[in-house]
């Protein structure tokens, strides 16, 4: 007997972006590692690569995030010119 079942059943009013196939799915179609979502709704779904992106950049810019100090360098020592 299998511990996961392959095929998942859509649920209506739930909407994924594929990434495999690059388009908007109702209910989850494919595989979970190749969509985004659920999103309210099919035009959010159709924005999930950029919605992705803007939340990427948020992160890569926010002081609370990353590991490097505030003066911008690596180990808050000033890299070597060539």
Known sequence: ?????????????EWYYCLKHQK?????ECPAKD???????REEAGRALDT????????????RWHDRPADGT????A???D
């Open 24 to 28: 908007v799915e109702e209910g989850p």
């Open 35 to 41: 969509r985004l979502g659920p999103y309210a709704t």
């Open 52 to 63: 992705a992106r803007e939340r990427n950049e948020e992160w890569q810019n926010d002081p």
């Open 74 to 77: 690596v180990d808050g020592t």
């Open 1 to 13: 007997m299998a511990l996961f079942k392959r095929n998942q059943v859509g649920k209506p009013g």
């Open 79 to 81: 890299a070597e010119e």
